[in-house]
């Protein structure tokens, strides 16, 4: 433990080295004139800050202190009046450590950033920043350079309204044409993603009668939308009109009868309501930009459904009785987040270090099967569903550093298997036969053939 008097000595240490630093710079020093530095240097004082994005009305935001987040791990460059990088720093812990800038008179730029922007995660925000600042010679500049959000930051929020037409194993897949996020009831986190300038979003719901519905929401064309970065995105339901029993017009009740034409006696009936709509309903979807001092509300969309199903239930009416009749299973896949037809050889390179396989599967996955075949002779035939099938290729993977994670049984809806991790042991020629089935034993398969140059 340092004892308080060397403590004290050590600070006025460091005050007075700063101080001789900026006499130095200022020509202010006892040395020798011909020693001092140049005449067009300037001192550069920079603090960097970063803000926490504003939280959405209402919901527990950060207190005074939480407002700012720790700067130390940012990485900072300072870059001249052409682009060109005159300083960079692995942290800004480690520009401290420096000291204070020396340099020559002229504009900079400081950029600023944390870490790496993902192309999709949760709880992964990306901050960044430019600060533009003019250095004179034989000057100190004081400059707080400001990083913000970067990326995409989106909250959904589902209605009663919602959930009185659909069950809770709703799944909403978003996307931003480079990466995917699957958020369902349970998942509480904020979803970030990469600001490519695309940003949509699919809805997967199961009404009470188990029917199935698909909806789909394009943000991408709204100009707002597009420049701001703290989404907050509300669900809601409305109604479609139905067929009412003991209603006018409805089946059981064509209308008043002509004049002249008695009525039947008896009991007037109590109209029959129907527990649940007999449509799909349309989807509200309302946004809002949350900045730190004001929301801006886009005008609300209205999205109908995309392919509407029609229920089979020979076992009655009540919901859960019967098995639903969805749309079929489905594979697709992107290499380096642009879609190709799986149906088709793909050629790739060692520079390639994406290729996902996506698997729509509405009712839910019920089996997942790949035949990989590496080269002449590697085979290996795998049930992934099967846990000691999953672990004997991830023994194989590991002694790269890999893992391949799939989708688990019973998720639905546009489900994510990345297949990159075995992109280093490709051979010239590979194929991945590719089987899946849904809960009501529909199938799809695909022969993924990647040839590597």
Known sequence: MIKPITYWALCCLLLFVSCEMKKDLFGQGQGNEEESLPENVGLLDLHLVAE?????????????????LATDDFYVSILDSVGQVVKSYDSYAALKADGELLLPAGKYTIRAFSG???????DTPYY???????????????????CRLSNKKVQFDLSDQFFDNFRNDYMIVVDNGTGVLTISADELRSAYLRNTGTLRFTIYTTTYKGESYTYSCDLSKDEQIKEHNNLYIKLDAIDAKPDVPGEPGGPDNP???????PSEPGEPEEPIKPEYPAAAPTIKVDVSLIEKNYIIEVPSDFVDVDKPDVPDTPGGNEPGDGEPSTADPEITGTIEGKAFDVSMPQT????????????????GLDALTVDVSIGKDIKLPLDLLDSSSLAEVNGILSGMGKELIVPGRGEKGKLKFDIS?????????NSFRIKIRDKNKKEDEATIVLNKK
């Open 255 to 261: 209308g008043p009868s002509e004049p002249g034409e």
């Open 421 to 429: 991790p075995f992109l280093e042991m490709l051979d010239s020629n």
């Open 116 to 122: 790496d922007d993902p192309d999709a995660g949760f």
């Open 128 to 146: 960044e920043g430019d600060t533009t600042c003019v250095v004179s010679a034989k000057e100190v500049v004081k400059i707080e350079a400001n």
């Open 52 to 68: 926490r994005e504003a939280p959405v009305p209402g919901t527990k935001g950060e207190t005074e202190e939480d407002l700012y």
């Open 348 to 363: 790739i390179t060692s520079k390639t270090k994406s290729v996902v396989v996506y698997l729509y599967l509405p009712t």
